[in-house]
């Protein structure tokens, strides 16, 4: 019996296949595939296996830690230490000294605004009596009342002659901060012998994200919660989530509305600011069996079949539904199994 011809779909086919184009075999060869066969040939093959088959987006992103801000302050006198610009730090950390003088950082959502010290109330005062007994200067059993009394003034003696500073039971923003935030990165800093003002040092948070311009069009990827992997420029890759989109006050070349996408890294890579790669991942479809486009025979009556080579080396053509297509491969389903060698025309 005459072999039935391949017409193998390239992957400049694939627009046409997906539109619905008819691909006809020459006139007057058979149409029926279910007892076709060809003669062994030497020809390259692949096993039918299953994929996952996805399409990738990529733009270009840039890594950073977003804007600086000064840290709220109450201190006047010469600048005698600062962190070095790119420190990270951490609740209970000095934050700059001043006249040699430390101030010091506290967890707290309540900022210092006001000095505290015998007869003050409320919950500023709530948080520093928080603070002191996580610090072990109250005991356990003292309540957190938001009361600044006589225990609570010998707490802050105690802690103020700990950590060099006049214990004067009377404390406020000169000495300690509260800040809502678990870590902050110094960004730049004044000279030391320089005179103090405010909050002295300008931090950005610690946590570094991806931000990205893209158009009306291109935002649409980024909605619905896509898979999306960030590429540093040392090639190692972290996968993100999208923490916000926002329109920008500005258009394109082709007037065409712009929006800024922030993204979060789910693992806090190691790494300086700079220009990324980012892939949003369109997942087609997952351990679908699979074999590469042009392994398609179109057939004259329609439909698509694939050519199986037999244990015995002569092949077969089969029937085969065509699916999703990603790389140069294409989900199949019908009379064909995982493990099937198939002819892949070069």
Do not use: C, N
Not at 288 to 297: F, G, H, I, T
């Amino acid at each position: 019996m005459s072999a039935v011809p391949r017409l193998a779909v390239a992957a400049v086919a694939v627009a046409a296949l997906i539109a619905g184009a008819v691909w006809m075999s020459r006139p007057g060869e058979p149409a029926a595939i279910a007892t076709a066969t060809t003669e062994a040939t030497e020809t390259a093959t692949e096993t039918v296996a299953r994929r996952t088959l996805q399409h990738a987006e990529e733009f270009e992103g840039s890594l950073g830690y977003g804007d600086s801000f000064t840290l709220p302050g109450q201190v006047s006198g010469t600048v005698t230490w600062v962190p070095e610009e790119g420190a990270v730090l951490e609740p209970g950390d000095v934050l700059y000294r001043i006249d040699e003088l430390p101030t010091y950082w506290a967890y707290g959502d309540v900022p210092m605004y006001r000095g505290l010290g015998s007869g003050s109330e409320g919950g500023d005062v709530e948080q520093l009596q928080r603070y002191l007994q996580a610090e072990g200067y109250l005991e356990d059993d003292v309540a957190i009342d938001g009361e600044y009394g006589a225990v609570t003034r010998a707490a802050v003696e105690a802690w103020q002659e700990d950590h060099g500073l006049d214990d004067t039971g009377r404390i406020d923003a000169s000495q300690l901060l509260f800040l809502p935030y678990q870590a902050i990165r110094v960004a730049t800093t004044p000279r030391v012998g320089e005179s103090a003002t405010g909050g002295v040092l300008e931090v950005t948070l610690s946590d570094l994200f991806v931000t990205l311009d893209v158009s009306a069009r291109s935002r649409a990827a980024f909605e619905d919660d896509p898979a999306i992997e960030v590429e540093m420029a040392d090639g190692t890759r972290y996968g993100a989530t999208v923490e916000s989109i926002t329109a920008k006050q500005s258009q394109d070349a082709l007037g065409e509305q712009q929006y800024r996408v922030r993204l979060a890294l789910s693992t806090g890579p190691s790494q300086e600011p700079g220009e990324v790669t980012v892939e949003v991942i369109d997942l087609l479809a997952e351990g679908a069996l699979a074999v590469p486009v042009q392994a398609l025979v179109a057939l004259v009556e329609g439909g698509y079949a694939v050519e199986v080579v037999q244990a015995d080396g002569a092949t077969e053509l089969r029937a085969v539904e065509v699916g999703e297509f990603a790389d140069g491969w294409v989900a199949v389903t019908g009379d064909i199994a995982e493990g099937d060698r198939v002819v892949v025309p070069e």
